[in-house]
């Protein structure tokens, strides 16, 4: 049983811990203090919800309907460009941390944009739907405890992420942190976008 468990966990945090469109959008509301505890909810118990989707035969429908990741991968990508010249914009106006400023994103907005990418990412379904439904169907009678080890992981991480960022406030006082930031976010968007395209 609490084999099952640190299994699950173990392979969610692998497949969870990387930089990727829906983590970096997380640390910049963190390190901005905005809608923090809304979208850590969100984005786990997006997981969750993938995750036991799998466990329960989602995957295995998934795989044999290759037009849903088509779908998912055309306008996964149309999302990422969208979002990295976004970036790209704020790279060069550059901007400074005001903790206390009316959220200059509004939860509603937010969390649509972090549905966006979550949903329109078609490696949450390959990594989460799919590879965990999988793995966790090895495991017998054990394979709910396996999701929910997995599903543990995830929430760990996107608080650890969300609320850990605010350790990086001083360093985002000055502008050019931030331009450096959104740099390397409107980087990473364009580059996952490409790849979603090409792959």
Do not use: K
């Amino acid at each position: 049983m609490l084999a099952d468990l640190i299994a699950g966990f173990v392979s969610g945090a692998v497949l969870i811990v990387a930089i990727g469109a829906q983590n970096s959008y997380v640390l910049r509301q963190g390190i901005r203090r905005q809608h923090v505890l809304p979208l850590v909810l969100l984005c786990a118990g997006a997981d969750a919800l993938l995750i036991a989707a799998g466990i329960a035969g989602l995957g295995a429908l998934i795989e044999t309907q290759a037009v849903f990741l088509s779908i998912a991968r055309y306008a996964g990508a149309a999302f990422l460009f969208a979002y990295a010249l976004v970036s790209a914009r704020r790279a060069f106006t550059g901007e400074r941390l005001e903790v206390d400023a009316e959220g200059s994103v509004r939860l509603r907005t937010a969390l649509a944009t972090c549905l966006g990418f979550t949903f329109l990412n078609p490696h949450v379904y390959l990594d989460t739907v799919i590879l965990l439904g999988s793995l966790a169907s090895q495991r017998g009678d054990g394979r709910w405890l396996f999701g929910a080890g997995a599903a543990c992981a995830s929430f760990v991480w996107f608080f650890a992420l969300g609320y850990g960022a605010r350790l990086l406030a001083p360093l985002f006082a000055r502008a050019v942190a931030w331009r450096i930031l959104d740099s390397l976010i409107s980087l990473t968007m364009f580059a996952l976008g490409l790849s979603l395209l090409l792959g």
